[in-house]
């Protein structure tokens, strides 16, 4: 077994004890030895189990009273095993205990109360009856990460009613579901709180209360909104309040104002940032390119082939809805892009965002509503058009790259009256940028000769076929390396390369 976090005692102990009797409710948990259900050896486990990083050791399913069904659902989502910020808080959401949870964006924020919550409500045997309140709620602050927590639940439970509630979309439909009965409420603050006032919903029955990127509530000016929906379900007081969950990046006043009104006062606080210098994730390289206004554009396009490809996926942040489109149209980026901001319908952004996940598009540009919480897997790199006006916007755009142990790359365009920006951010956010010169002629050229190489490996024979004899004439009319050059330079597109001041990134040449 890994290494026990937050007071827990090796099996065998009282704790432990007292954990496994109090699980027989019909629900099935693993406890059995990591390995053994595959009926190898004892020396074939221990050969297996060394080959474990400790992270992998330490988050083995069998460490937690998780059930077979749940597993095997999170075994369908690609997890194989806990990540540091669900294996630290766990046991004390499972217990029951009120915790705030400080956390990089992109280390698992959402399964880390997802998973004990739900093995604690399918675990209660009392029916499940129409019309039931749901026993959690999950507050988020926008409507994308809303709708990525609400299904991530419904991925790991075929028994609990996952509901999302967010505005933009029918009342109807919602008050369907508040009659036919909800186990997970997840919602933003500002449709909750129609419900509550309209008298359609109640939450005289929650147990559980999740709270996620707080930071960003108080941002965007939920604070009043969350309140006003917390008193509704809790007492002064009182010991039978719900479970309070806070989980954010960073923990402003407001986090602890909250704390001291609606959690226990013997609450846990799980942090994974702690006084490290570095605030931003550790797993992405973050660098910073000096460019005019007048040429960022072109140079956006330039930096996206360099460092992300025609394979990779990229974000790109823009300040404004109007800078978003533009760049989204723009030549420069040869690859499929499409634009995100809160002027786009609903529906449509649900559909943007969906397509970009499945790679439908390589490119996707956005004004901030696309910066928290959205959890799109292997982002290769992040791109901001200029520096941030806070060390919290940089920390959480640049987390949207290097998640799940994944590596990425995050760069940061400014101009020279910015640099003291900068300066600002890395000294809060405990950084280095690298500071590099705009990509040059040769640089775009070996990625877009990979790039091509690449597509090369997808052509298939039969389409070869048809190609060998116009193969053969060229070869004898130009040599093998010159013909093959030539078809990989119009494949990448690069048969018109503009090379740029390193100083100024103005265009000095053509070729």
Not at 348 to 374: D, M, S
Not at 485 to 498: D, F, N, P, Q, V
């Amino acid at each position: 077994m890994g290494e026990k976090v937050n007071g827990d005692t090796e099996d065998g102990s009282p704790a432990r004890r007292k954990r496994s009797s109090s699980l027989n409710n019909g629900t099935t948990h693993t406890k059995t030895q990591h390995h053994s259900s595959e009926g190898s050896s004892g020396e074939g486990d221990s050969e297996q189990e060394q080959e474990l990083t400790t992270e992998q050791k330490d988050g083995a399913f069998s460490n937690f009273y998780i059930s077979k069904e749940t597993i095997e659902l999170l075994r369908a989502r690609g997890v194989s095993y806990l990540f540091p910020v669900q294996v630290k808080t766990f046991y004390p959401i499972y217990d029951g205990k009120d915790v705030i949870a400080q956390a990089w964006t992109g280390t698992g924020k959402t399964f880390s109360f997802a998973i004990p919550l739900i093995e604690k409500l399918q675990g209660d045997t009392q029916e499940r009856r129409r019309g039931r309140s749901p026993k959690v709620l999950v507050l988020t602050p926008t409507r994308e990460l809303a709708n990525q927590v609400a299904n991530d639940f419904k991925d790991i439970t075929r028994k609990l009613t996952v509901a999302c509630f967010y505005g933009g979309t029918s009342y109807n439909g919602q008050i369907d579901l508040i009659r036919s009965g909800i186990d997970i409420l997840v919602g933003t603050p500002g449709r909750i709180k129609d419900h509550l006032q309209n008298g359609k919903l109640e939450l005289c029955k929650l147990k559980h209360v999740v709270l996620d990127e707080v930071d960003q509530m108080l941002d965007m000016g939920f604070a009043e909104q969350v309140e006003d929906i917390l008193r509704v379900a809790y007492k002064k007081d009182s010991e039978d309040n719900p479970q309070t969950l806070l989980f954010s990046a960073t923990c402003p006043n407001w986090v602890y104002d909250v704390a001291k009104k609606y959690m226990k006062s013997r609450y846990e606080q799980i942090d994974l940032i702690g006084k490290r210098t570095q605030k931003a994730a550790t797993t992405v390289e973050h660098l910073a390119i000096e460019c005019h206004w007048t040429q960022k554009e072109a140079v956006i396009g330039d930096v996206i082939q360099v460092y992300s490809g025609s394979h990779g996926r990229t974000i790109v942040f823009c300040e404004t809805k109007k800078e978003a489109n533009e760049l989204a149209l723009n030549a420069s980026i040869k690859q499929d892009c499409q634009s995100l901001h809160g002027d786009i319908p609903q529906k449509q952004r649900e559909i943007t965002l969906k397509g970009f996940r499945n790679g439908a598009f390589k490119v996707l540009v956005a004004t901030n509503v696309a910066a928290r919480g959205l959890d799109i897997p292997e982002v290769d790199l992040v791109v901001q058009g200029s520096p941030p006006k806070d060390v919290e916007s940089y920390i959480h755009r640049s987390g949207r790259t290097g998640r799940a142990g994944r590596t990425g790359i995050c760069i940061c365009f400014y101009q020279p009256k910015e640099e003291y920006q900068l300066r600002y951010v890395e000294q809060k956010a405990g950084i280095t940028f690298k500071r590099v010169g705009v990509p040059t002629a040769t640089d775009i050229i070996k990625a877009s000769s990979k790039d091509a190489i690449r597509c090369l490996d997808s052509v298939p024979q039969t389409a070869i076929d048809y190609f060998k004899e116009s193969a053969r004439w060229l070869i004898e009319e130009k040599g093998a390396v010159e013909a093959l050059a030539a078809a990989l330079a119009h494949i990448s597109g690069a048969t018109s390369i503009e090379q740029r001041s390193l100083l100024n990134s103005d265009v000095i040449s053509v070729f």
